[in-house]
């Protein structure tokens, strides 16, 4: 089966067309340096060519008020190749939680993309992450300087980007759910928290305060961000993950 993998060669896509092309899928990595540029739709159909599914994992570049934007240029953009080319399932990456955080202009961005998706004219799968090991140290200097890193309390339950990778890959190569699969990290943390613990790990002295209006994360009511029941659990923990 050919899958097309918008964002193919990022920290998520690439690892996505690892898997799928060592399950025997023909996975092809789409990005502006093979040609594809999602937000003018240039090379988008041609991608697309016998495709039977194809997976949007591009990103906008910024978290602010411009992020609407993008995600309805590049959905509108990517709805309409795929419809011509005859593609019969859309899938993306989103957030857990993300209908529940308002006061995020990203976030509210990424609910806008969900809800072109399900109001297009393809079947479709929309599988929500909790937020990636990878960027926790990006987190932790939003708020830091030489001698003090100042985090919030929220709970996060962080996963790794390879257990993303894996689980955007096995709905890809399933039917379409119609629908939301949640993802998430064995193992729940409060933010400032999880700061302490990768400091440490990384020997680095700095000492974590609780602030409660700290960086972006204060904008987040109470422990939404965390897995419902229904997620699905990876298996890599973060202290493990640290420890490698």
Known sequence: MK????????????????????????????????????????GLSDALKGA???????????????????????????????????????????????????????????VLQEDILKAGPLPYSIVRATQFFEFIDAVISWTADESTVRL????????????????????SMGAPLQGVRNIAGPDVFPLDELGRITLAARGDARNVVTDDTAGMFAAVPGDVLIANNDAVIAPTAYREWLGR
């Open 52 to 110: 039977e599914v194809v997976v949007n994992l591009t990103n906008s570049p910024t978290f602010d008020d411009a992020s609407p934007a993008f995600f309805q240029t590049t959905m509108d953009n990517l709805l309409a190749a795929a419809q011509r080319e005859g593609v019969r399932h859309a899938v993306i990456l989103s957030i857990v939680g993300v209908d529940l955080v308002p006061d995020l202009a990203y976030y509210r961005a990424k």
């Open 3 to 42: 899958i097309a993998v918008l964002g193919g060669t990022g920290l998520i896509g690439s690892q996505v067309v690892k898997i799928l092309q060592t399950a025997g899928h023909e996975a092809v990595p789409l990005s502006p340096s093979t040609g594809v540029d999602l937000l003018t739709g240039q």
């Open 152 to 171: 919030p309390s929220n709970p996060l339950q962080p996963i790794a980007a390879a257990d993303v990778a894996q689980a955007v890959a096995d709905v």
